[in-house]
């Protein structure tokens, strides 16, 4: 199990410092008013994770806006990970040429690569601005699916970064020599980095459908009498179609030869015609056979709700280990009835659960077991 013991927040967001201790598996929540910080407390945690956190901010929008301007934002935690207790730190570093960039470090040493971070812990956040996911743009569906692997498989956070390096470094090329009509990119180079993007990308493709296999043959038990409908699950558009019917090397070949074929298009373009970046989740309200973007918006909040309890419950089950869940809000418009059931499989898993709220009531089924934090202004204090 991974879990966060402790955090230490620096000119981050709201907070000029603030610091939580002694903290262990189980519930953590944060009581407040609206705009008092609760969600940032959440984005810092989500922060320890590879990616731009649960917001998905600019590295400079994070920093506290009172803070002096030769100071850095930081977050700091103790962290439970499958490999023992390790320290975990990041923050935001000028680099030699001016510009601003986070870096990640454990026990004091900088990765080399940010997705490393990825052996020691995984969250999985839910957030009021996801409730619109299913309608959203395929990437919103695409990134949020990859947290999901992250936590199955923590390599996959490395490949995500490897290939979106080199399927960039293609597109320039690509650009210069077709839009900028500069000089022609050298064959040889391209060759290599379409190999390396075909090889990188079904390898993230097969990862992507081990983990809905995982979660499909499971989430109608998981689910059975909770009140969360069910969702059935598609990957469509990329190439995790082509693993359906096609040897990963048949894939790989097709997609190498595709790449070749496509450069004047995809230089015109901007983008590489075929990849798993152009993946989409395709989500149904199974009992109705209905798409999840068509359904309720409550129906569309509960779809999602859901699926992340049965990836977490599933994680849990094939890692022994489920990741940190990061639920901001999620429990308001619940009824009596779903909001039981949420707690109830959130306390079976005996996994590290931040959630938030305005309203302490909400949680006074988990308050008995729960760490309760108070946030007011920029502080974070014990809840009375």
Request: proline letters at 3%; a neutral charge; charged letters at 25%.
């Amino acid at each position: 199990m991974a879990f966060v013991r402790s955090l230490q927040l620096h000119a981050f967001r709201n907070y000029r410092d603030a610091v939580m201790t002694e903290l262990g598996a189980g519930f953590v929540v944060l009581t407040g008013h609206n705009g008092a910080g609760k969600t940032n407390v959440l984005e810092a945690v989500s922060l320890l994770t590879p990616g731009r956190g649960l917001r998905g901010a600019k590295m400079v929008d994070i920093k506290n806006r009172e803070a002096p301007q030769h100071v850095a934002w930081s977050v700091a935690a103790v962290v439970e990970s499958p490999v023992g207790e390790v320290r975990i730190g990041t923050g935001m570093r000028e680099s030699t040429n001016g510009t601003d960039r986070r870096v990640v470090r454990v026990n004091g040493v900088d990765l080399k690569a940010q997705a490393d971070v990825s052996e020691y812990i995984s969250c999985v956040w839910l957030t009021p601005q996801m409730d619109g996911l299913f309608g959203d743009a395929a990437s919103e569906r695409r990134r949020f699916f990859d947290r999901l692997v992250y936590a199955f498989d923590p390599a996959h956070a490395g490949r995500v970064t490897r290939y979106e390096s080199v399927l960039s470094q293609r597109a320039r090329l690509l650009r210069e020599q077709y839009q900028d009509k500069k000089m022609a990119a050298d064959p040889m180079w391209l060759t290599s980095l379409e190999a390396t993007m075909a090889e990188t990308g079904v390898a993230i493709a097969a990862a992507r459908l081990q983990t809905l296999d995982s979660l499909a043959a499971h989430v109608g038990g998981i689910l059975e009498g909770t009140g969360f409908p069910v969702a059935q699950m598609a990957l469509t558009g990329g190439i995790e179609e082509s693993l359906l019917s096609a040897p990963a090397l048949d894939v790989e070949d097709r997609m190498r030869e595709r790449l070749a074929a496509s450069r004047a298009f995809d230089g015109e373009n901007g983008s590489a015609c075929v990849g798993p970046h152009r993946t989409d989740l395709q989500v149904k309200y199974a009992d109705k056979g209905m798409p999840a973007a068509q359904c309720s918006t409550g129906e569309q909040k509960a779809l999602l709700t859901g699926l992340v309890l049965a990836h977490a419950v599933r994680t849990r089950d094939v890692r022994d280990a489920a990741p940190v869940l990061l639920l901001d809000e999620i429990a308001a418009h619940f009824d009596a009835r779903r909001r039981a059931a949420l707690f109830d499989i959130l306390g079976a898993l005996k996994a590290q659960v931040f959630i938030t709220g305005t309203d302490a009531h909400v949680f006074a089924d988990v308050m008995g077991h729960a760490r309760h934090m108070h946030v007011g202004a920029d502080t974070l204090r014990e809840a009375a």
